[in-house]
């Protein structure tokens, strides 16, 4: 257990930030099911893919996860939309 009070401020913060994090990658997770199923259900991909995208790079960019992973992630999802209308 912290003693100092600097300590445990950043047990404060490290507990709000991991919250934060853990809510962006549900929100881009959610988002990219919402992805795929628009792909399986016939709904509109091409807005599904946009919004996963936007929210990917939002990710990305908070730090929770490196750009190469969500330039990964984007790619095979755009990859899977390309498969699907042509």
Not at 28 to 52: E, H, P, Q, T, W
Request: hydrophobic letters at 35%.
């Amino acid at each position: 257990m912290a003693h100092s009070n600097s300590a445990k401020k950043r047990i404060r913060q490290n507990m709000k930030r991991r919250a934060l994090n853990r809510w962006r990658m549900r929100n881009m997770r959610v988002a990219i099911k919402a992805f795929d199923d628009s792909l399986s259900n016939g709904g509109d991909a091409v807005a599904a893919y946009r919004k996963a995208a936007s929210t990917v790079d939002r990710t990305a960019q908070k730090g929770v996860i490196h750009r190469n992973q969500a330039a990964r992630r984007k790619s095979r999802m755009n990859k899977r939309l390309k498969a699907h209308a042509g």
